[in-house]
């Protein structure tokens, strides 16, 4: 009975000093953290700079500012802070660790991040009265000029046309026509262009005109 008393008064001891070394510690740890508030402005503090994020650095905790450029949260004196916003040079800011203060405030300037760019040229679309001025005005090559008025002569697109085979509406219009000549006809024979009188007068009016001419 004595031991077992023995044994639940030590344990009791042990978690006296180990409560007492926690509630030590927690003090010191609080005794550390800081409420840092503050602004962040340009380097000429002419405006603020409003969505900075706000890291600490060595963890993942850290904030942002507002559309007015203000900030607040919790940090060490020891941290080291960085400010990083796209177009401005990132601010490494340590904390001051002299003063046993739980809050601090401060103004953080961002200065603007400098960068070259390749040179851009940039030409105006053409309006449709420029475009026809140049057009009608370019003067082409002698030789060109010339192979483009041969490729456009009635002569040789002639030669070329009578050259190429049927296409499936010339074969398919020949073959309707045809068809349609013998159902006309159809029952009784088919009359010789010879022996149409009409046949012979579209003849004469075309030797009139000179279109039978050779081309």
Sequence with gaps: MKSIKKIIFIYLVCQLLGLNQNLQAQTKDDSDLVQ?????????????????TIRIMGSSRGTYSDMQG???F??????VILFTCIGYEPRYFNMPNQSNATKFKSVVTLKLDSFVMEEAIIISQPTAEQLDYMFTRVKLPYD??????????RKPLADQAASLDNDGYTNAKWNFTEYANKAYYNGQPQPIPVLDIFAWGKFLKALEKGDLKRK
Excluded: E
């Design 74 to 79: 919790v940090a060490k004196r020891s941290d």
């Design 36 to 52: 840092f508030t503050g602004f962040v402005l340009t380097a000429d503090s002419s405006k603020t700079i409003p969505f900075t």
């Design 144 to 153: 060109d000029y010339m192979i483009a008025q041969n490729n456009l002569r």
């Design 70 to 72: 203000y900030f607040s």
